[in-house]
C-alpha cells in the first residue's frame, strides 16, 4: 500500500493471555501441551445474554472483541466491517457434517447451518450494532487478516469512510487441532525447555481473536499509525531480506529506522530458519521479539503480533512481560514480518504518531 | 491516488450448468435451456427429489480440462477450468511483467472433499485420507487456481455466501484504481456439496421443482454449481498487453441489511443500499440502467424484498430485468462471478435473457421479468445484484466503454 494517513484509534484482542481487559495479570501463560486456548472473558458484560446462548465460540470471541475495540475507541456505528479469517466457524461446521452423517441428510434443523458461513461473525456485529454500512469477509489462510487490513486501510484511502472496524478470528476445535496434527503441524509434545527450543519438530496451536478501529482523521484520539501492510508468496528463505528492504524504502525507511522487530517464529526449525538468517543480517543490532509464545500458530496471528505492536507503542512498560527480552521503553516504529507455511508472508508497518 | 482512473473488463470465462465454456452458455442461453434437473455428480439421499444445477462433468474429466490432478476439490477444479478461459478469451498469454492479482470467492471451499474425509475421521480420528482435507480451506482453491495461471503477485478469497463474487470483483477493481494491481482476475466458484444442499434443505427454501423467480407462486430455489471469472485491465494494462476493452467496471456498492442472519428485510434495506451505492459510485440516473441481472432465488423472501428494494429505485420506469438463476440455478459463491460473466456479454452483444418459467407476476411488484431472449439491443449499463446470508448485499453496474 502506498503512504496514506491511517491511524489506529483503538485495538481489543482475545488471546490466550488474559489480556481482554485492562490491567494485565503480569504473568505469561503457557500452552497446555502441544495446544493454547484463549482465556474468554465475561461475556455478559458485553453480549445480552439470551444471544450468548446461541454463538459458538468463534462468535463469541470475535464479536466481544470487535464490541470492545468500539467501545475503546467511542464508536457506536463504523463506517465499514472487515473481518479476516482462515478457518471460518468450524465449531458449526463440524455440527452441522457429524448431524449430516447420524441423521443420513434428514431431519435436520438449520441452526449450525446458519451460523457456519465464514461471514458470520462480521455478519453478527453488523447485527449487533445494526450497522448497515460495508461488510466483508476474507478467507485467505496466512493473507486473511492481511486482506482485511488492506481492504480497511483502502477504504479510509479512498474517503468512503472516516472510520473502519477490521479484525480477524481464528478457532481451533478438537477436530481441527486432531487433523492438523496428523499433518505435522504441532508438536508431539510441548517442549519444557522453551517455546523456542528447537529439540522437537512442529509448533503449538494457537488460537485468537483482534480487532482494530482505523481512521484516517488525525487527532487526540490515535494510538498509532499503520504505515504500511505488505503481502508476498512463496518466497524463498533467501529472498526474504530484499523483499523487506524494498517494502521499507517504498516508505522512504531505511532498518535504522525501525526501534523494534515482531517476528513470527513459531518454534519448529525449519519454519524459523528464516528468522534466524535475517537476525544474522538485516536484523543484525535489531531490537526483534517473537509473538507466538502467547498466542500459538494459527493463519491470523498476525493480528495478534499488531496487538502486541500496539500495546508497546502505547506503553512499552506495561507490555514488557509479554515480551521474551528487555526492551527498550522508546518504542516508536515497529515492524512486523511474519510467514505461514512458507507460503503466505507479510510485512506489517505500525509506530506512534 | 487514481480514484478517478477506468477500470476495464477485457474478458471472460465460465463454466455452469448450461455450459463448459462462454459458447455454450450462450447457445443454452438463446435456446432457453435450463441446467437444473436430477443430480448425476452428488451423493445424496436427495437424488430423486431435489433437482440441482451440476456441472454436467465428473471431477476426472474436470481435471482433464483443468490440467490438474482429479483428487483435488471440485471448486479448484471448476475456478481454474473459468479462469484459464477468461484470460484466453481476453487474448492475455502472459502478464508481461505488470503486476498481476487472483481474487476469488466461494463459500464453502474444499467441503465436497472434507464430507467424505469427516465420515471416516468421526469414526476413528485417525481414519481418512489427509489429502481430502488439505484443500478445506476457502483460500485453497485460490491457491491452486493462482498456480496453474502463473499469478503470484497477490491472491485473496472473499467469502460472504451469496454475494462473495460481487465482493471479490470489486475489491479487484480498487486494487487496481489505488495503483496496487495492473492485472486482476476476478470471480468465484463453488462445487455442489452435501453440506449446502442439507443446509439449504433444513431452512424449506428449495424448490422441489425447476425454480421460479420472482413469480407469484415461486416455492424455492435451486442450487447450483459452478465458477465465472473476469479479467480488469488498469489504462496501463491495456497497452502493455493489447488488449481490447468490452466493458467497464463503473459501479459497486457493499451494504448490509443488519436485520437477520439469513433472512432478508422486506422493505429491502441492504438491496436498497447496495443498488443505491452502485449507482451513485458510477454517477448514472435509474434510468440508465437498460438491464438488471437480478439475485432472483425464487425464494419468496428474496424476491420480495429485492423486488420492493427495485420498487423504491426504479419506480416507475423499470429497466429489462431477469434472473438467470432460473438457468444456472443458486451458484452461491460463484454466483456473482457467473453472473458478471453473463452482465459482460450483455453488453458486448446486445443480449437480454429470460427469466424461464414465469407465468404470474408477483402481487406486491408492479413490474415483471423479460421471458424472451432478445439480442442487438442497445444494452449501455447493466446493474448486477448479489445478496446473501449475514445481510450481505452487494451491486455491481458494467458500462459500455
Redesign the interface.
Given at each position: 500500500?502506498?503512504e496514506a494517513n491511517i491511524y489506529i484509534n483503538a485495538v481489543a484482542g482475545i488471546s490466550p493471555q488474559s489480556v481482554f481487559n485492562e490491567g494485565f495479570s503480569q504473568s505469561v501463560i503457557k500452552p497446555s501441551g502441544n495446544r493454547f486456548v484463549c482465556m474468554e472473558p465475561d461475556y455478559d458484560e458485553l453480549i445480552d445474554a439470551k444471544l450468548i446462548r446461541r454463538m459458538s465460540r468463534i462468535i463469541k470471541m470475535g464479536t466481544a472483541a470487535a464490541l470492545k475495540c468500539l467501545q475503546q475507541a467511542n464508536v457506536e456505528i463504523p463506517g465499514g466491517?472487515v473481518m479476516g479469517t482462515?478457518?471460518?466457524c468450524l465449531q458449526d461446521?463440524?455440527i452441522?457434517?457429524?448431524r449430516?452423517?447420524d441423521y443420513?441428510?434428514?431431519m435436520?434443523?438449520?441452526t449450525a447451518?446458519?451460523?457456519?458461513?465464514?461471514?458470520?461473525v462480521?455478519?453478527?456485529i453488523?447485527?449487533l450494532?445494526?450497522?448497515?454500512?460495508?461488510?466483508?469477509?476474507?478467507?485467505?489462510?496466512g493473507?486473511?487478516f492481511e486482506?482485511a487490513l488492506l481492504?480497511g486501510a483502502?477504504l479510509l484511502?479512498?474517503d468512503e469512510m472516516n472510520e473502519v472496524l477490521v479484525g480477524a478470528a481464528d478457532e481451533i476445535t478438537p477436530?481441527s487441532h486432531?487433523?492438523l496434527e496428523?499433518?505435522g503441524l504441532y508438536k508431539k509434545q510441548a517442549g519444557d525447555n522453551g517455546f523456542y527450543n528447537y529439540t522437537s519438530k512442529g509448533t503449538v496451536a494457537g488460537e485468537g481473536a483482534c480487532f482494530f478501529l482505523l481512521s484516517n482523521v488525525q487527532g487526540e484520539k490515535n494510538i498509532a499509525k499503520l504505515n504500511g501492510i505488505e503481502?508476498f508468496?512463496?518466497v524463498p528463505d533467501e529472498e526474504v531480506e530484499n523483499k523487506i528492504n524494498q517494502f521499507l524504502a517504498a516508505h522512504h525507511l531505511s532498518i535504522n529506522d525501525i526501534d523494534l522487530i515482531i517476528a513470527g517464529r513459531n518454534g519448529d526449525k525449519k519454519n524459523d530458519a528464516v528468522y534466524d538468517m535475517l537476525d544474522k543480517n538485516i536484523f543484525t543490532d535489531k531490537q526483534t521479539i517473537n509473538y507466538k509464545h502467547l498466542c500459538g500458530e494459527y493463519p491470523t496471528s498476525s493480528s495478534f503480533a499488531l496487538w502486541l505492536a500496539l500495546k508497546l507503542v502505547k506503553d512499552a512498560g506495561a507490555a514488557q512481560f509479554l515480551c521474551n527480552q528487555i526492551i527498550n521503553r522508546d518504542v516508536k516504529k515497529i515492524l512486523i514480518y511474519n510467514h505461514y507455511l512458507h507460503?503466505y508472508h507479510s510485512l506489517l508497518l505500525a509506530g506512534a504518531c | 491516488m487514481q480514484t478517478g482512473s477506468k477500470v476495464y473488463i477485457a474478458g471472460a470465462g465460465i463454466i455452469s450448468a448450461i455450459g463448459n465454456n462462454i459458447a455454450q452458455c450462450i447457445a443454452a442461453l438463446e435456446n432457453s435451456n435450463a441446467g437444473i434437473g436430477e443430480m448425476q455428480q452428488l451423493t445424496s439421499v436427495h437424488k430423486k427429489t431435489l433437482p440441482v444445477a451440476e456441472v454436467k462433468a465428473s471431477n476426472k474429466i474436470l481435471a482433464e480440462w483443468a490440467q490438474l490432478p482429479a483428487n483435488i476439490t471440485r471448486t479448484a477444479l471448476l475456478g481454474t477450468i473459468a479462469a484459464r478461459e477468461t484470460l484466453h478469451n481476453a487474448g492475455i498469454r502472459n502478464f508481461n511483467g505488470l503486476r498481476a492479482g487472483l481474487l476469488s470467492a466461494n463459500s464453502v471451499g474444499g467441503m465436497d472433499k472434507t464430507e467424505d474425509f469427516y465420515a471416516l475421521f468421526l469414526k476413528d480420528n485417525t481414519a481418512g485420507r489427509l489429502r481430502n482435507v488439505i484443500n478445506h480451506e476457502c483460500g485453497s482453491a485460490t491457491k491452486i487456481m493462482a498456480n496453474a495461471l502463473g499469478i503470484k503477485d497477490f491472491i485473496t478469497t472473499v467469502s460472504t455466501a451469496c454475494s462473495s463474487s460481487a465482493n471479490a470483483i470489486f475489491f479487484g477493481a480498487r486494487l487496481i484504481k489505488n495503483n496496487i494491481l495492473d492485472v486482476v482476475v476476478a470471480g468465484g466458484a463453488d462445487a455442489l456439496t452435501r453440506f449446502t444442499l442439507n443446509g439449504f434443505n433444513s431452512l424449506m427454501i428449495l424448490d422441489n421443482e425447476a425454480c421460479k423467480p420472482f413469480d407469484e407462486n415461486r416455492k424455492g430455489l435451486n442450487l447450483g454449481e459452478g465458477a465465472g471469472y473476469i479479467v480488469m485491465l488498469s489504462e496501463k494494462a491495456l497497452q502493455v498487453l493489447n488488449a481490447q476493452p468490452v466493458c467497464t467496471l463503473s459501479g459497486y456498492c457493499n451494504a448490509n441489511d443488519a436485520y437477520h442472519q439469513t433472512a432478508s428485510s422486506p422493505s429491502g434495506t441492504g438491496s436498497f443500499l447496495a443498488m443505491k451505492g452502485a449507482l451513485q459510485k458510477s454517477g448514472l440516473q435509474p434510468s440508465a440502467i437498460d438491464y438488471i441481472n437480478l439475485h432472483g432465488t425464487g425464494t419468496k423472501n428474496n424476491d420480495v424484498s429485492e423486488g420492493t428494494a427495485i420498487k423504491e429505485i426504479f419506480d416507475p420506469h423499470y429497466p429489462k430485468m431477469s434472473s438467470t438463476k432460473s438457468f444456472t440455478g443458486h451458484t452461491l459463491g460463484a454466483s456473482g462471478g457467473i453472473e458478471a460473466v453473463f452482465s459482460m456479454l450483455a453488453i458486448q452483444r446486445g443480449f437480454i435473457y429470460p427469466n424461464l418459467r414465469f407465468t404470474t407476476q408477483m402481487k406486491e411488484l408492479p413490474f415483471m421479468p423479460e421471458t424472451t431472449f432478445a439480442k442487438g439491443v442497445e444494452v449501455n449499463h447493466v446493474l448486477s445484484n448479489s445478496f446473501g446470508f449475514g445481510g450481505n448485499c452487494s451491486s455491481l453496474i458494467f458500462s459500455k466503454i
Open positions: 500500500m502506498e466491517i482462515a478457518y471460518g461446521t463440524e452441522f457434517l457429524k449430516i452423517i443420513k441428510e434428514e435436520l434443523t438449520p447451518f446458519i451460523q457456519s458461513t465464514h461471514n458470520t462480521g455478519a453478527q453488523a447485527l450494532l445494526q450497522c448497515h454500512n460495508y461488510n466483508n469477509t476474507f478467507v485467505q489462510s493473507h486473511s486482506s481492504d483502502l484511502k479512498e477436530a486432531a487433523i496428523r499433518f503481502t508468496l512463496d507460503t | -
